[in-house]
């Protein structure tokens, strides 16, 4: 019983022992100091438990200076609010933090006021807030400038943007009004040059970006930010003319009403320091008269900055070509005051030849290295050769498959070595073309085609990344029906040969406005193999064989006409040779590009035909001043039967006119016809020749052309050449780069009478879609 008893005390102790330890326990974790609750005041838009959920105190957390510091940081970053207080209310349980916010106001509306020549509407497209948005100033700031600039632009240079903010402190919600001074419109009427003498006043006023109004294109608005910049580029312009001491300064003048502004051009030319004597030294490794035959300034000449800054140039690359890439040239400049000239010296260290290391290829994510590296001219183990390197880029970049190609020389611990990293971006190789022609004469003729100029038939599901091509082409119009299916492999087995094939089907339906008095259906393929003997010259052999048919010839037409009736095949070898040096095959500005082909048909070939065909081509880019090129081309060709045939088929005879020939004429229209249907019928012989100039209209945007065509077709072989019955042609021209691809748009107007035709212009154009 003892014993019982004393058990059951001891349990009650030990119990009542236990509960208080515990009450202690849970009194130690709270305090004056400790946070028992965190509360949102001042929030009407965001809630309470987006704020909440920013805050990282927790209840339980103690109170301190610096942690509730950076909850206030905290919450200013969320950008909601214009203002974050907070405060602490002592309980005798603990700390209740309240944060107080002072929300930025949601714009429920944005109007304009004072604006009358320039509608909201056109206001608005210019701000970055929108109706729904929390007020933010730093975009407001932004806004407000963007409308001052705008007026600027319009010719208001006197306008003045303000702005006020109406708030509903019961909603929270705000109404923002840009308030507009118009002023009045200020448009310049005249710019004067005075004080210059030695430079024309119209290469000056080139320099400008400031102009006056003209017509509804120019609206001469007054800007003295771009006027500022203007003086500061004249200056700039004659110092590196050689007048270091110029002083260029401009000066405005209103006109009594108001509307118009004088501008006036104050230069003060001072004299034109000329060069005194040239001396080169240092290390210079080659012999001092070859450096100094890279110079274009000579002892006598003008102090010109821009030519000094070729001669160092060219400097540089006559060393980095020959392998020393570390070379160091530097130009030290004195004025003699007994010659009153500035003497200049040369001073260089051809430092060490450099010798190519490891070849890194690097961002290529589809397209094979081997791909890359086929086309390097340069070699491990070789010296650095600057004109080799700039070729391997040029070849890499025509590819096509890259946005853009670098070159970097990295050092590593052989001084005398140096790694090459050749980075490229990838860009778009696949297209989805569409695109046509139409006159008042021809109907519409639309294309859609598929491109992939980098394919790789090996690469499943992608089918990217070997420099395959691969077209699938379909052309359907009114008139006529193509469909082509084509493959080419620049190094086919990795052997530097190309191969590839065609396939395809063409139809032509009789159509007396298109040239054809018939209908004509080609089917057939090639083979092709390509050899690249240079970098600039390359050769090729295609083998081609096809069915031909023609039929539905009409009732009136001649014996000429009618006894190509049938079906024949057609089988033929051709040979090629063609030179390139065109700086860029995509938009070339300078270089030739010309070729030849022979043609045999029948023969030892087989076939029903025997004709043997000649065809030469030539292209010529000549940049004419920066950024304008004039393209010339010319085209011959003759053929010739012989054998089992009496004359060549109509199907391979010349014909001219249209797009691609003399822009003017409708397709096929130029060169012999039948006496019955006045259908094309082609010739033996085919000169054409094509002058175009493509100059820029709006950045690299836009470009236009001029362009004139001149040409003819013969019906004998014989006859080419022979003087009279050139057909010319003469029109415009738009290319556009759009960020759905380019696009491009002829206007041609015939120059010769063409038979009975009527003289009017033929439109052509063509759109196409890169992906």
């Known amino acids: 019983m003892i014993n019982n008893r004393l058990v059951a005390v001891l349990a009650v102790t030990f119990l009542v022992f236990s509960a208080c330890t515990s009450v202690r326990a849970q009194e130690d974790t709270s305090g004056p100091d400790t946070i028992v609750d965190i509360r949102i005041e001042?929030?009407?838009?965001?809630?309470?438990?987006?704020?909440?959920?920013?805050?990282?105190?927790?209840?339980?957390?103690?109170?301190?200076?610096?942690?509730?510091?950076?909850?206030?940081?905290?919450?200013?970053?969320?950008?909601?609010?214009?203002?974050?207080?907070?405060?602490?209310?002592?309980?005798?349980?603990?700390?209740?933090?309240?944060?107080?916010?002072?929300?930025?106001?949601?714009?429920?509306?944005?109007?304009?006021?004072?604006?009358?020549?320039?509608?909201?509407?056109?206001?608005?497209?210019?701000?970055?807030?929108?109706?729904?948005?929390?007020?933010?100033?730093?975009?407001?700031?932004?806004?407000?400038?963007?409308?001052?600039?705008?007026?600027?632009?319009?010719?208001?240079?006197?306008?003045?943007?303000?702005?006020?903010?109406?708030?509903?402190?019961?909603?929270g919600k705000a109404t923002l009004v840009f308030v507009v001074d118009e002023g009045t419109s200020l448009k310049i009427k005249k710019i004067t040059i005075e004080g210059n003498k030695s430079i024309p006043t119209g290469e000056i006023t080139k320099l400008m970006s400031t102009k006056t109004a003209w017509w509804f294109i120019r609206k001469g608005a007054f800007d003295e930010d771009k006027f500022d910049a203007d003086l500061?580029?004249?200056?700039?312009?004659?110092?590196?003319?050689?007048?270091?001491?110029?002083?260029?300064?401009?000066?405005?003048?209103?006109?009594?009403?108001?509307?118009?502004?004088?501008?006036?051009?104050?230069?003060?030319?001072?004299?034109?320091?000329?060069?005194?004597?040239?001396?080169?030294?240092?290390?210079?490794?080659?012999?001092?008269?070859?450096?100094?035959?890279?110079?274009?300034?000579?002892?006598?000449?003008?102090?010109?900055?821009?030519?000094?800054?070729?001669?160092?140039?060219?400097?540089?690359?006559?060393?980095?070509?020959?392998?020393?890439?570390?070379?160091?040239?530097?130009?030290?400049?004195?004025?003699?005051?007994?010659?009153?000239?500035?003497?200049?010296?040369?001073?260089?260290?051809?430092?060490?030849?450099?010798?190519?290391?490891?070849?890194?290829?690097?961002?290529?994510?589809?397209?094979?290295?081997?791909?890359?590296?086929?086309?390097?001219?340069?070699?491990?183990?070789?010296?650095?050769?600057?004109?080799?390197?700039?070729?391997?880029?040029?070849?890499?970049?025509?590819?096509?498959?890259?946005?853009?190609?670098?070159?970097?020389?990295?050092?590593?611990?052989?001084?005398?070595?140096?790694?090459?990293?050749?980075?490229?971006?990838?860009?778009?190789?696949?297209?989805?073309?569409?695109?046509?022609?139409?006159?008042?004469?021809?109907?519409?003729?639309?294309?859609?085609?598929?491109?992939?100029?980098?394919?790789?038939?090996?690469?499943?599901?992608?089918?990217?990344?070997?420099?395959?091509?691969?077209?699938?082409?379909?052309?359907?119009?009114?008139?006529?029906?193509?469909?082509?299916?084509?493959?080419?492999?620049?190094?086919?087995?990795?052997?530097?040969?190309?191969?590839?094939?065609?396939?395809?089907?063409?139809?032509?339906?009789?159509?007396?406005?298109?040239?054809?008095?018939?209908?004509?259906?080609?089917?057939?393929?090639?083979?092709?193999?390509?050899?690249?003997?240079?970098?600039?010259?390359?050769?090729?052999?295609?083998?081609?064989?096809?069915?031909?048919?023609?039929?539905?010839?009409?009732d009136n037409a001649t014996e000429d006409l009618r006894k190509e009736e049938g079906k024949n095949w057609i089988s033929k070898l051709t040979g090629s040779v063609n030179y390139d040096t065109r700086d860029n095959k995509f938009s070339p500005t300078r270089g030739l590009v010309t070729g030849v082909s022979v043609t045999d048909a029948g023969g030892f070939l087989g076939g029903d035909k025997d004709f043997v065909k000649g065809y030469w081509y030539g292209q010529v880019y000549y940049s004419v001043i920066e950024r304008v090129v004039l393209e010339l081309k010319g085209r011959t060709g003759m053929v010739e039967n012989y054998g089992d045939s009496d004359e060549v088929p109509i199907y391979e005879r010349f014909f001219a006119g249209g797009a691609t020939t003399i822009r003017g004429y409708k397709q096929r229209g130029v060169g012999p016809r039948d006496r019955g249907t006045n259908t094309a019928l082609g010739g033996e012989a085919m000169a054409i020749a094509n002058a175009e100039v493509v100059f820029p209209l709006f950045q690299q945007i836009i470009k236009g052309a001029v362009f004139y065509d001149v040409g003819n077709v013969w019906a004998d072989a014989t006859d080419i050449f022979s003087t009279g019955g050139y057909k010319q042609a003469a029109g415009v021209g738009v290319r556009v780069k759009t960020p759905i691809g380019p696009f491009k748009l002829d206007y041609g107007y015939p120059l010769s009478d063409n038979y009975d035709d009527k003289k009017e212009g033929q439109f052509w154009f063509s759109v196409s879609h890169g992906f």
């Open 232 to 554: 500061a580029r004249i200056r700039s312009f004659y110092r590196s003319k050689g007048y270091l001491d110029a002083r260029v300064t401009g000066e405005t003048e209103v006109s009594p009403d108001g509307r118009t502004l004088y501008l006036t051009v104050l230069i003060d030319e001072g004299r034109q320091y000329q060069v005194g004597q040239i001396t080169i030294t240092g290390k210079l490794t080659f012999p001092e008269d070859e450096i100094r035959g890279l110079l274009k300034v000579k002892p006598g000449d003008a102090f010109d900055y821009a030519e000094l800054r070729e001669d160092l140039e060219s400097i540089r690359t006559f060393y980095y070509d020959r392998s020393y890439m570390n070379a160091e040239v530097d130009l030290q400049r004195k004025y003699n005051p007994t010659t009153e000239r500035m003497d200049l010296t040369y001073v260089i260290d051809s430092q060490e030849e450099i010798y190519v290391g490891k070849i890194n290829v690097i961002g290529n994510t589809k397209t094979r290295d081997k791909v890359i590296r086929r086309e390097l001219r340069v070699y491990p183990g070789e010296k650095y050769d600057g004109k080799k390197l700039r070729k391997s880029k040029e070849r890499i970049y025509e590819l096509g498959f890259f946005e853009d190609v670098f070159f970097e020389t990295v050092p590593t611990k052989d001084p005398d070595v140096k790694d090459l990293d050749v980075t490229v971006k990838e860009t778009k190789t696949g297209e989805l073309s569409f695109g046509g022609g139409y006159s008042s004469i021809d109907a519409f003729i639309g294309f859609v085609q598929l491109r992939q100029r980098n394919f790789d038939l090996m690469d499943f599901p992608t089918f990217t990344g070997a420099g395959q091509d691969l077209i699938i082409r379909a052309e359907l119009g009114s008139t006529r029906n193509n469909f082509l299916l084509a493959w080419m492999d620049p190094w086919f087995l990795d052997y530097p040969f190309s191969f590839g094939f065609d396939v395809y089907r063409q139809e032509h339906d009789r159509s007396g406005t298109s040239g054809y008095g018939y209908d004509e259906t080609r089917t057939g393929g090639s083979l092709k193999l390509g050899k690249e003997l240079t970098d600039e010259l390359s050769t090729g052999l295609v083998y081609n064989l096809e069915e031909v048919k023609i039929s539905n010839i009409e």
């Open 42 to 171: 001042g929030n009407y838009a965001v809630s309470s438990t987006t704020i909440l959920n920013r805050i990282k105190l927790r209840p339980g957390d103690k109170v301190e200076d610096a942690a509730l510091n950076k909850e206030i940081k905290r919450l200013y970053a969320m950008g909601y609010f214009n203002d974050v207080f907070v405060e602490t209310e002592q309980r005798p349980d603990g700390v209740v933090v309240i944060f107080t916010v002072v929300e930025k106001p949601v714009i429920e509306k944005i109007e304009f006021r004072g604006n009358s020549h320039l509608k909201d509407n056109r206001l608005r497209k210019k701000i970055l807030i929108k109706e729904g948005d929390l007020l933010d100033f730093s975009k407001l700031s932004q806004d407000v400038a963007e409308i001052k600039a705008y007026y600027v632009e319009q010719g208001y240079s006197q306008a003045g943007v303000d702005y006020e903010v109406e708030t509903d402190p019961a909603t």
